[in-house]
């Protein structure tokens, strides 16, 4: 059967899924959802990515985003709508990129990853960073650094989009 005129083969790619996680996915992890999808958004890219956020503890599930994160993002043109939820074993296998914000993220959703396919999965936010130089997103939830938290994300969110990007064959 021949393809219609306008047929793309991108069309039908499978849509990369993409996991942000911190601690309590209050803060930092909400944020770089609604980054992240503000810049997909931006870029007319909606239909070929899933984003979603997740905590490690499940102290605030079900809660919105801490109340400062919100204001902060609002001010950026940010909607935080997301509500808490901890990581789940499924998750392991439903996203194709799980991002921990810092280090001990990180070495918690290695403890939880089923296996060494999805260890591969598991990255640092910090490792996408363009501009700016840092190997953690802070925590901003005792200390503050809302402002400063928001500014790693725009850009680390900039250069995975970038990656994901070529890793997809677009532009």
């Given amino acids: 059967m021949k393809q219609p005129e306008t047929y793309d083969p991108r069309d039908h790619c499978t849509r990369r899924k993409i996991l942000f996680v911190c601690l309590g996915n209050i803060c930092r992890s909400p944020a770089a959802e609604a980054v992240m999808k503000s810049l997909i958004r ?23 985003a801490d109340p400062r994160m919100r204001a902060c993002a609002a001010r950026r043109g940010y909607t935080l709508l997301h509500r808490s939820r901890p990581v789940r074993s499924e998750d392991f296998e439903d996203f194709d990129l799980i991002i921990g914000m810092d280090d001990s993220n990180i070495d918690e959703l290695l ?27 802070p925590d901003p939830y005792y200390d503050g650094g809302f402002d400063n938290v928001l500014d790693i994300l725009e850009d680390a969110c900039s250069g995975l989009l970038e990656s994901e990007k070529k890793a997809l064959g677009i532009g």
């Fill in 42 to 64: 931006k870029e007319c890219l909606e239909d070929r990515f899933t984003i979603d956020s997740a905590g490690i503890s499940s102290y605030h599930r079900g809660e919105l």
């Fill in 111 to 137: 403890q939880m990853s089923p296996d060494i396919e999805s260890d591969a999965k598991v990255h640092r936010m910090t490792d996408y960073c363009k501009a700016k130089v840092a190997d953690h997103v």
